[in-house]
């Protein structure tokens, strides 16, 4: 499904009935398009790869997300920044 995804058991997506404000974050794991997550700083910006305009943070000690769940560490994208796209399933060819 959606592997690079980093569940954190927020109140966002719909799931229970859960008291928790929605999440504005999406958690990753780290992506190599993450520039600087490797070179010693333990927070940072996470920008574009392609138009550098920052699109989230990571800090490798970890963060509250805004639905009140802690996720360590943490490499999140905001909900405002970026497009969501559902994923596609492959397409199967039809068996004869």
Not at 23 to 33: G, V
Not at 63 to 68: A, I, N, R
């Amino acid at each position: 499904p959606h592997s690079h995804l980093h569940s954190h058991g927020g109140g966002g997506g719909g799931r229970g009935a859960s008291s928790a404000p929605p999440c504005q974050n999406i958690f990753l794991e780290p992506l190599a398009w993450m520039d600087g997550i490797e070179e010693g700083a333990v927070e940072g910006k996470l920008c574009c790869p392609r138009c550098a305009v920052k699109v989230g943070y990571f800090n490798w000690s970890g963060c509250q997300c805004s639905c009140g769940a802690w996720v360590n560490p943490a490499f999140y994208v905001q909900l405002g920044k970026v497009d969501v796209l559902q994923a596609r399933r492959p397409e199967h060819p039809a068996s004869h």
